[in-house]
């Protein structure tokens, strides 16, 4: 996409259909978890805040990323058996995609920023 999406659906619309299926789910997973969280559009892709910085996720040619931005959802055994970047967590989308370890990632930075 050459211009930056302004809303979220814009963002998901942008993907093929079976890729815009997982990013709406994805959502919907972070919604339920963090009712409170404010959703927009911030580094190109769909976030969230909640008393700061709360979760990222983006999608890609062959994964989808999230971006939890924590060392402590970082060292989860689930995590680290997954491929991604210091800061972010890579699914495979050619894999069934693990909305509940996505659950599970947004309720520990629920509770990381609200301890703040």
């Known amino acids: 996409m050459n211009t930056r999406?302004?809303?979220?659906d814009e963002y998901i619309a942008q993907f093929p259909d079976n890729v815009?299926?997982?990013l709406i789910r994805i959502r919907a997973v972070?919604?339920?978890?963090?009712?409170e969280a404010?959703?927009?559009?911030?580094?190109?892709?769909p976030?969230?805040?909640l008393n700061g910085g709360l979760i990222w996720f983006g999608g890609y040619k062959k994964?989808?990323?999230?971006y939890?931005?924590?060392a402590g959802v970082m060292a989860l055994k689930e995590v680290t058996t997954c491929k991604g970047t210091k800061g972010s967590v890579?699914?495979?989308?050619?894999?069934?995609?693990?909305?509940d370890l996505i659950r599970k990632i947004v309720e520990i930075r629920v509770t990381e920023n609200t301890k703040k």
Do not use: C
């Open 5 to 8: 999406p302004a809303s979220v």
């Open 47 to 49: 976030g969230y805040t």
């Open 90 to 99: 890579h699914f495979p989308l050619d894999a069934p995609m693990p909305y």
């Open 30 to 35: 972070i919604k339920e978890t963090a009712p």
């Open 63 to 66: 994964h989808i990323g999230i």
């Open 38 to 45: 404010e959703e927009k559009i911030s580094y190109g892709m």
């Open 20 to 22: 815009q299926q997982i």
């Open 68 to 70: 939890p931005r924590t």
